[in-house]
């Protein structure tokens, strides 16, 4: 991951062109406005500050519309440029809003992916943040630091740690001793990163976050058949976590008893997320916030979890299946699968099982 790290905050000073925007989005100019002909070349020079909502949006906002959801605030929205789906763009035209004659609309192929672009070249660089290594921060002169890494106020670096290029931590964080950071890493504010964890190249670990900790394991101490206390097992392997993974805040992944807890390449955790020891996240998974995997369980590659789920010890969830929200996982889930509920279900089942509890009680009700 070569491009310049960025935090989550938008620039002040963005400014930003429709040629820009359509250079970055694919997509295309597909009004006059009334301001330039068929073409509407001079839409081309119209220039917006700031991404904004639709509701209220000025002259220099730019804004998305991608949802029928939102088309209530079409009335009211004036942004220089408005970023649409090719579905919207003859409805638009039809309407006689005064969107249609005072933006410039571009329509892209995928509107939603169009905005994840263009979020990023209105963030704040984290050089606007952070400022070569702070006075204040604790760095053991064993650590290896490359070119162009960023540390902030009151971190504490431990003995042989490696960061790579261009990486930044934020005010407060802790890296272990032998840990390692790949290039372009971003560390946002007090996150803490035991001893031995690597983390791989673009990757964002958000405030509050804790890597490494030990896992929740203890042998039960007996006497007569009776548990009269708890034997702490203490936990020896480490976390790896690949390329270009994102981390919410606040969120646990603990060190495995023996070996690793992994995270793969390209996954996405949100918030408040609990990754259990020696479980293991596949390439590019998707885990919403509230979500614990319990140890040893497994997700599959580009598998989907929603908000509040709990998995179960050694839970298996195949590669590209979904789980949905507030669903208890006690088994595994094929690949491709769909399921949720607690108990969880296949997702058809479950849609019928609840059918026949509203027939039931409709029933019950005439009786």
Not at 25 to 30: F, K
Not at 48 to 68: I, N
Not at 110 to 118: E, N
Not at 280 to 300: S, Y
């Amino acid at each position: 991951m070569d491009t310049p790290s960025r935090s989550s905050s938008p620039k002040a000073d963005s400014e930003f062109s429709v040629t820009q925007i359509l250079d970055w989005t694919g997509g295309r100019l597909v009004n006059s406005g009334g301001k330039g002909g068929p073409e509407g070349e001079a839409l081309r020079y119209i220039r917006v500050k700031k991404p904004a909502p639709l509701d209220g949006s000025c002259s220099t906002d730019l804004s998305f519309f991608f949802s029928r959801e939102y088309e209530s605030e079409l009335v009211s929205a004036r942004p220089g440029i408005l970023i649409t789906g090719e579905a919207f763009v003859k409805p638009l035209e039809r309407s006689g809003l005064p969107l249609w004659s005072g933006s410039a609309v571009i329509a892209c192929k995928d509107p939603y992916f169009a905005m994840a672009l263009i979020s990023e070249k209105f963030a704040v660089g984290t050089s606007d943040v952070v400022q070569g290594i702070h006075q204040t921060a604790v760095v053991d002169p064993s650590v290896e630091i490359s070119p162009g890494v960023k540390i902030g106020p009151h971190c504490v670096i431990e003995k042989g740690v490696r960061i790579g290029a261009r990486s930044v931590l934020y005010a407060g964080c802790y890296v272990g001793s032998g840990s390692v950071l790949g290039v372009n890493a971003v560390v946002f504010p007090n996150v803490t990163i035991y001893e031995g964890t690597v983390i791989g190249s673009g990757v964002r670990i958000h405030a509050g976050t804790v890597i490494g900790a030990d896992g929740f394991g203890y042998a039960p101490i007996t006497d007569g058949g009776s548990v009269v206390g708890h034997q702490k097992i203490y936990h020896l392997g480490r976390v790896v976590i690949g390329d270009d993974v994102e981390i919410g805040a606040n969120s646990c992944i603990d060190r495995s008893t023996f070996g690793e807890t992994r995270v793969d390449s390209h996954a996405k955790l949100d918030n408040h997320v609990h990754v259990g020891h020696n479980a293991h996240v596949g390439e590019g998974a998707i885990i919403c916030g509230g979500t614990c995997l319990a140890g040893n369980a497994k997700l599959g590659k580009y598998a989907y979890v929603g908000g509040l789920t709990g998995i179960t010890n050694h839970v298996r969830v195949g590669d590209g299946a979904k789980v949905g929200a507030m669903s208890l996982l006690t088994k595994d889930v094929p690949p491709g699968g769909v399921v949720l509920g607690n108990p969880q279900r296949d997702h058809k089942e479950y849609f019928r099982a609840h059918a026949l509890l509203s027939r039931l009680l409709a029933e019950r009700r005439k009786q």
